[in-house]
């Protein structure tokens, strides 16, 4: 199914399929175990709870979280006390690019290291970027994977219109260009560069390239 400009994106969470979610010795504490050790949350609020909850199961949209009956605060304050802690834990959170449509997520971003910010930061439309040097590519059941030793991510990209963007980078190109250039909403384009550039897969270009 072609994605049309009625398609939307939408920015998803996930907690890593390694890292086990359970209460702490006290009330309202939780631990979150991984592979870099334990982090814990002190007088977790019950929006925290059902969220962590969920995205042991897959990919969550913070704002589709139910706030649980009789909490006082609204869906938009939990979303207020939440996205500051997945923050602080973005380096146990798998980060995912999807759409609003049936085929699946574009890609998905994993931490490698226990010191991994993800910010997304929307690339400025005449900047040129490309491809770091050192990126090397694989193929796995899940789609075609992105790997640099200067990333703290693993990149995914689980549909083709995700590695057409990719393969824009080979050259030194503007977001601007390259949403030109391809037969995708330039939402869908950009929102996919900066995927690529929080995870280190994107990077300024020399102004000496050609």
Request: glycine share 8%; net charge negative; hydrophobic share 45%.
């Amino acid at each position: 199914m072609p994605i049309t400009a009625g398609n939307r994106t939408v920015h998803l969470w996930a907690l890593c399929e390694d890292v086990v979610l359970e209460p702490g010795e006290h009330e309202g504490e939780l631990l979150l175990t991984g592979p870099w050790g334990t982090e814990r949350i002190d007088s977790a609020n019950p929006v925290v709870h059902e969220a962590l909850r969920r995205m042991q199961l897959g990919p969550v949209l913070p704002a589709n979280i139910e706030v649980p009956p009789g909490e006082p605060q609204g869906r938009a304050a939990a979303c207020l006390v939440l996205l500051p802690l997945l923050t602080r834990l973005s380096h146990l959170l798998v980060r995912t690019l999807g759409l609003d449509d049936l085929g699946g997520p574009l890609l998905s971003v994993s931490p490698v290291s226990p010191t991994a910010p993800f910010a997304l930061v929307r690339l400025p439309a005449g900047r040129r970027v490309r491809l770091p040097a050192g990126v090397s590519f694989s193929l796995g059941a899940k789609g075609v994977a992105l790997e640099s030793s200067d990333s703290p991510y693993r990149v995914v990209l689980h549909r083709p219109e995700a590695v057409w963007v990719v393969a824009m980078l080979a050259w030194p190109i503007t977001p601007a260009d390259a949403s030109a250039a391809l037969p995708l909403p330039d939402a869908v384009t950009r929102n996919v560069l900066d995927y690529l550039a929080a995870a280190g897969m994107a990077a300024p270009a020399d102004a000496g390239v050609p």
